[in-house]
């Protein structure tokens, strides 16, 4: 699913993989197939990844209007998949801001 917003005169715009209205509130889930080859890997990739979930949730929450109550990363590869789970969607949504040199 595509999204764009203007924030702050910014356009920050991407491709979500799948949106979900769920319980505890939206979740985006991004599917990537980086291979994990073990938890330093893992690590860096996960923190190069959630300045993009951030973005999106940036960009998600001013079209919707709603906030994003998390972002999972799916590294998924022939016959394994790991999980992570982004659950502090707002200090990465700062840090992309930060990157984008969003104001506040």
């Known amino acids: 699913m595509p999204v764009a917003a203007s924030i702050d005169g910014i356009l920050v715009e991407?491709?979500?993989?799948?949106?979900?209205?769920?319980?505890?509130?939206?979740?985006v889930v991004d599917y990537k197939t980086d291979q994990i080859d073990g938890a330093e890997r893992q690590a860096a990739l996960v923190d190069r990844y959630e300045i993009q979930a951030g973005a999106?949730?940036?960009?998600?929450?001013?079209?919707?209007?709603?906030?994003?109550?998390?972002?999972?990363?799916v590294f998924a590869r022939r016959g394994t998949a790991v999980e992570h789970c982004v659950t502090d969607v707002r200090r990465v949504a700062e840090a992309a801001r930060a990157l984008l040199d969003i104001p506040h």
């Open 14 to 27: 991407g491709f979500i993989d799948l949106l979900i209205d769920g319980p505890e509130g939206l979740e």
């Open 56 to 73: 999106y949730a940036l960009a998600l929450a001013t079209v919707l209007e709603q906030p994003i109550a998390r972002v999972t990363l």
